[in-house]
């Protein structure tokens, strides 16, 4: 898959909000689930939030009521807006689109660098990772 490619990240004080922006211009018809991650220094990757083509979207519990997911179907852009940023939010983020499976974009796996939309009966690998955007967060 050709890799995504995000943009917007920054440096903000504590409390400021940013918007990230994926554009997938080659987007494979059955990538139905697309999501955002991030990594922080010294840490895995984690799932922060995913939104399957039908519009139902899961929020990981350490973003959700700050971060929201949306997306622009003529632009082919993924958009990713953060409020009340937190200094435990500076990572680098990247968006990448799965298989989804009955429908569902499950839950976030992530082992390393590797990241998978899971369900009890399924596991779909999440790709087209790019550079990813550098968000720090400092006072």
């Known amino acids: 898959q050709e890799p995504l490619v995000e943009s917007g990240g920054d440096s903000v004080q504590p409390g400021g909000s940013l918007r990230l922006s994926c554009v997938a211009a080659?987007?494979?018809?059955?990538?139905?689930?697309m999501a955002w991650f991030r990594q922080a220094p010294g840490k895995g990757r984690e799932g922060l939030v995913s939104l399957h083509r039908s519009g139902t979207t899961t929020y990981a519990e350490s973003v959700k009521g700050r971060f929201t997911i949306s997306h622009d179907n003529t632009k082919n852009t993924l958009y990713l807006q953060m409020n009340n940023l937190k200094e435990d939010d500076t990572a680098i983020y990247y968006c990448?689109?799965?298989?989804?499976?009955?429908?569902?974009?499950?839950?976030?796996?992530?082992?390393?660098?590797?990241?998978?939309?899971?369900?009890?009966?399924?596991?779909?690998?999440?790709?087209?990772w790019g550079q990813g955007t550098q968000v720090t967060v400092s006072s």
């Open positions: 990448a689109a799965a298989r989804a499976s009955r429908n569902t974009c499950g839950r976030f796996y992530c082992s390393g660098t590797w990241c998978y939309a899971q369900t009890d009966w399924s596991r779909m690998e999440y790709a087209g």
């Open positions: 080659r987007l494979p018809y059955n990538r139905e689930c």
